[in-house]
Nanobody, 123 residues
């Protein structure tokens, strides 16, 4: 069993930056895939970025060049650095972890969910 706790959300103006964190606890895995999803009001949840236990990453086209996913294994924490934020990035952001890195991709990542953290970008 895994527990995921996101933090770091908030309100920023367009062009601003935020760094989200996702602290993982419970069972640990040597091979895994972790990622970030987001859900805006009235829209489906969408994958944003993913990283596997080798450090390989994938990103949604809408965030490439602006967002960076990275992790601190010593702290069992996943991060999402978000730069050049736009109002369309406004959403609740969720962390997810799968105990397998096979086919690790932000669109297909399955597994445990965190509770999410809200990001609001104003123009």
């Amino acid at each position: 069993q895994v527990q995921l706790a996101e933090s770091g959300g908030g309100s920023v103006q367009s062009g601003g930056s935020l760094t989200l964190s996702c602290a993982a606890s419970g069972s640990t895995y040597r091979s895994y895939c972790m990622g970030w999803f987001r859900q805006a009001p009235g829209k489906e949840r969408e994958g944003v970025a993913a990283i596997d236990s080798t450090g390989s990453t994938t990103y949604a086209d809408s965030v490439k060049g602006r967002f960076t996913i990275f992790e601190d294994n010593a702290k069992n924490t996943l991060y999402l650095q978000m730069n050049s934020l736009e109002p369309v990035d406004t959403a609740r952001y969720y962390c997810r972890l799968s105990p397998s890195r096979r086919g690790c991709h932000h669109e297909t990542l399955s597994g445990w969910w965190g509770q999410g953290t809200q990001v609001t970008v104003s123009s």
